[in-house]
Structures are given as structure tokens and as C-alpha cells.
């Protein structure tokens, strides 16, 4: 069956049929022109969009279907998490050329309900166009947060301990092995493998943020790392007009991404520093919560968090390493989308 045959309502039907999460929040859901929904009086509400292109954001040559339409809702979770909150409901736009069968589309489905049901989001509806060329996906998604534990970029304050969840450079290896498909690459192969799963299947840190949300913890700014430490990190900066000194031998790294990069002459540094789509959360603290949050993030999340610095009064981004030297990072390093490199 293609396209030209299922046409518009029908494919709405075919992907309505196939998303099993409910919410006993939706009112009214796919199939009128508006979805209804009942908010919770108490709290914010948060609302995110992320686009992704074929061709700027994902290659279909290293993404499957299924494993496009997880990632599709993971980025836009992760900015929910951002700021301390949960994702409840998404509407989602995808335009699609004619050359893709609707066994792509089913697969594209089949990931984005698996990410529903894993992270409790319903879908409530979207649009379905045609496009001349190249796939594209919109995702737009609300969620809730505590009305005195909203967590934003500015307020980092000098003097508070920069954190950061999980590891860092991962992703971003794993896209570097996906595009040089006929490299002799040394060392084991399941290390690979780890670091490419990092990138195909992103884990936003829903956990770690509403244990935060509901931790007496004074959080003090926090974003999650799409496009790079270093320049993730600079919007915090920007935003509470303060510096930062980040600590090289602090920076989370996985032992496959270290393994990975000393047998193959690799910087596993640069990675850490500037790899884009780990979803990791990066926030701030004053330094009196500093060993209460170590100890308790674990037992809390099983999420370990790191300190990899300290905000300083001193504005620019320095990076301080093992012998104690310090060096000034001249600028943000990471992705940017009008320029298309790191």
C-alpha cells in the first residue's frame, strides 16, 4: 500500500489505531480540530516544539524508522526535564514525500509510542502534508512543573558547583562511528556499539528532574545538553552573567568512549566538551548542597551526577586541567545549525 492510496485520513486513522497510551487527562484527543485536555490548577504549564529535518538532524542511512520516531519525542522530553518538569501531552507535524512506504511510517509510529508509553505522554494529534524532498518532523509538547520549582537557564550565581548527569562525549562519538562506515576501527566492537546506542536512542533524564522538582535542593539554573557542554554551558553563563571554570579531570567520560579514543588516537576531551545530543541535564547549586546531592542520587535516581566546576564571577569559560594549569576556551564549542559543524 502507498501513500497515494491511504491518503491524508486515512493515515491519521492508521496511526491513531496504533498509539496505546491514554491519558485520563485528554478530554478530547486525535480527531477533532483541537485536543481537550483538563491542567492541573496548582502547577505551570511548559510547552516545547523541536523540528527535525532529514538530512540537518538524522540520516536515514543510520537511523531506522523506529528508532527516528523515539529520538523525535526523547529531545523534546529532555527539555520538559530541563526544567523540572513532566511531559504530558504532544501533538506532532510530519511532512512526508511520496517515495517512503507506509511500512516507514508504521515504524516511525511504533518508536514514538514506545517512547509514550515509556515516559506517560499521550499524543493528541498533528498534521500530515506532503513535502517535495525530504522528510520533516515536528514535535511540540506540554507539561506540567511545581509553581516555586521551575528551573531555568539564569540564576547561577558565583561560587555555586556546576553538575552534570551521566557521561558526556558519547553521542557524539557514536555519530562520528555511524559516518565512517569503512573504517578499520580498533578495539572491541560492544564498545561501539554502546556509544552508537547513545546516539540513536537518547535517554532524556525525567527522573533525575523530578527528584530534583521535589528535593529541597536549591537548584539554581539548569538546561540539558543538546549542542554541547561548552556551549549549553555558555547559556547559563550568558543568562546569569557570570564565568565558569570547568575541571578536565572531573568531566564524566564512559570507559567505551575512553577505550575507544586511546586505541584509535581519538580525543575523547573534544568529545566531552563539544559533543552535541547527550541529553544529559547540566545544572547549578549553591556549594552547601554539594555533598548531600552526590550521596543521594544514586539511592534517589540511580542516576550518578558529577561536579565538573564552579561558577565564577570572573566572566569566559576556562578549563582547568590535571596539573593545574588553566586555559581560556576562546569560544562556546558545539553544534550550530546555521553553520551545520561543530
Request: proline share 5%.
Amino acid at each position: 500500500m502507498d501513500l497515494s492510496k491511504l491518503g491524508e485520513f486515512g493515515l491519521i486513522s492508521r496511526f491513531q489505531s496504533r498509539l496505546k497510551h491514554k491519558s485520563p487527562q485528554v478530554i478530547h484527543g486525535i480527531g477533532d480540530d483541537c485536543a481537550v485536555f483538563s491542567p492541573n490548577k496548582d502547577n505551570y504549564q511548559v510547552l516545547t516544539t523541536d523540528a527535525l529535518v532529514e538530512t540537518v538532524h538524522f540520516n536515514l542511512k543510520t537511523h531506522t524508522a523506529e528508532q527516528l520516531g523515539w529520538k523525535t519525542l526523547a529531545v523534546n522530553i529532555s527539555d520538559i526535564a530541563a526544567m523540572g518538569g513532566r511531559p504530558q501531552f504532544a501533538v506532532i507535524s510530519v511532512a512526508i514525500p511520496k517515495r517512503f512506504p507506509v511500512d516507514f511510517l508504521d515504524q516511525l509510529y511504533k518508536g514514538l509510542d514506545r517512547a509514550c508509553r515509556k515516559y506517560q505522554v499521550a499524543l493528541v494529534g498533528g498534521d500530515t502534508v506532503a513535502s517535495p524532498k525530504h522528510l520533516f518532523i515536528n514535535l511540540a509538547l506540554l507539561g506540567e512543573t511545581r509553581k516555586k520549582r521551575v528551573f531555568t537557564r539564569s540564576g547561577a550565581r558565583p561560587g555555586d558547583a556546576i553538575f552534570v548527569t551521566g557521561t558526556l562525549g558519547d553521542s557524539a562519538a557514536g555519530l562520528h562511528i555511524l559516518k565512517s562506515p569503512k573504517r578499520q576501527w580498533q578495539g572491541p566492537e560492544a564498545q561501539r556499539k554502546k556509544l552508537v546506542q547513545r546516539h540513536l536512542k537518547p535517554e532524556p533524564r525525567v527522573a533525575t528532574a523530578d527528584w530534583l522538582a521535589r528535593s529541597r535542593h536549591k537548584v539554581s539554573s539548569m538546561i540539558d545538553i543538546s549542542d554541547g557542554l561548552t556551549q549549553d554551558l555558555g547559556h547559563i553563563l550568558t543568562a546569569g552573567r557570570v564565568g565558569a571554570e570547568l575541571w578536565e579531570p572531573q568531566l564524566p567520560i564512559s570507559k567505551p568512549l575512553l577505550k575507544h579514543s586511546l586505541m584509535n588516537h581519538l580525543s575523547a576531551l573534544d568529545w566531552a566538551l563539544a559533543g552535541g545530543e547527550d541529553y544529559e541535564l547540566l545544572f547549578t547549586l549553591p556549594h552547601e548542597d554539594v555533598n548531600k546531592l552526590k550521596i543521594e542520587s544514586i539511592t534517589k535516581t540511580g542516576q550518578p551526577v558529577t561536579q565538573i566546576g564552579v561558577i565564577t564571577a570572573k566572566k569566559g569559560l576556562r578549563l582547568r586541567s590535571e596539573n593545574g594549569r588553566s586555559k581560556i576556551l576562546q569560544k562556546p564549542m558545539g553544534f550550530n545549525h546555521f553553520q551545520g559543524k561543530s
